[in-house]
């Protein structure tokens, strides 16, 4: 594994970190929480999913396929909301991987899910009220995306179920 050099300047300290680039990830980490202490109690607020933390906690359950992103469990032991938030994460995870698009439509999540058109309509409707997704009018399509609210509900509804 190649070596990795940083250098960081903060007020009078400059260090320099070498090594691996795990190994510098963490030492710069570390020397951050104890130059800028507000930083780690941002860090204690602050919820951001990467595509990286969405493929370590969700990498079982869904995937990118050559038809696109896909649920990939026996949803049959899922709610409809569930199905509809994991497809929607998938799409999401594809999107990040520069993919797909941000926002997908109520007919895709439909087909994907395999679910009547009208009861995704509602499932959509409720998980836009408790802010598990987000709803956008695109050219005359309405569109719906999971948000980092949904991400997290997904992740401790299917954590229990482990």
């Known amino acids: 594994m190649p070596e990795l050099s940083v250098t960081i300047t903060h007020e009078d300290t400059k260090i320099d ?3 691996n680039p795990e190994d510098v990830l963490h030492s710069i980490n570390e020397f951050l929480l104890k ?3 507000s930083l780690e ?3 204690k607020i602050t919820i951001n999913y990467s595509l990286e933390d969405i493929l370590s906690k969700f990498h079982n ?3 990118l396929t050559s038809e696109g992103p896909r649920i990939w469990i026996n949803s049959k032991k899922m709610s409809d909301r569930e199905r509809i938030c994991l497809q929607l994460l998938a799409n999401y995870v594809g999107f990040l991987a520069g993919k797909t698009n941000s926002f997908t439509p109520i007919s895709d999540i439909c087909d994907l899910t395999d679910l009547n058109p ?3 309509s509602s499932r959509l409707s409720e998980l836009q009220k408790l802010c598990y997704v ?3 009018n695109i050219d005359k399509k309405i ?3 999971i948000t980092t609210q949904g991400i997290n509900w997904l992740e401790n509804i299917l954590i229990d179920r482990r």
């Open 17 to 19: 970190f070498k090594g």
């Open 35 to 37: 130059s800028i202490p």
């Open 41 to 43: 109690l941002a860090q």
């Open 61 to 63: 359950l869904i995937k």
């Open 118 to 120: 009208k009861s995704v």
């Open 134 to 136: 987000d709803k956008k």
């Open 143 to 145: 569109m719906f995306k």
